[in-house]
Nanobody, 124 residues
């Protein structure tokens, strides 16, 4: 089993920056990829970004490309999402996810473990 705990959400004005973190524990060696998803009120959970085991390959949703950066530190068992130029439409609960399988990194059903989520609110 893998446990994931997010931190770092909060309130920021449009155009500002925020970083969220994900601490992994348990069988972390089984993690192949990590991802971030978000869910706004009344909407389905959507893909934000994903990163490979080594960190060399990253994937982004078109809506965040060029503004968000995903990274990971395998020594510390941490995942990060740096969010710049935030917009009100980025407001959502952000979830960290981890997978032990080689699947489409943008599909939520490919992830085996999920954090509890952290709220990010961007005011206009």
């Amino acid at each position: 089993q893998v446990q994931l705990v997010e931190s770092g959400g909060g309130l920021v004005q449009a155009g500002g920056s925020l970083s969220v973190s994900c601490a992994a524990s348990g069988r972390t060696l089984s993690i192949i990829g990590m991802g971030w998803f978000r869910q706004a009120p009344g909407k389905e959970r959507e893909f934000v970004a994903a990163i490979s085991r080594s960190g060399a390959i990253t994937y982004y949703a078109d809506s965040v490309k060029g503004r968000f950066t995903i990274s990971r530190d395998n020594v510390k068992n941490m995942g990060y999402l740096q969010m710049n130029s935030l917009k009100p439409e980025d407001t959502a609960v952000y979830y960290c996810a981890a997978r032990g399988r080689v699947v489409d990194p943008s599909k939520a059903n490919g992830y085996d473990y999920w954090g509890q989520g952290t709220q990010v609110t961007v005011s206009s």
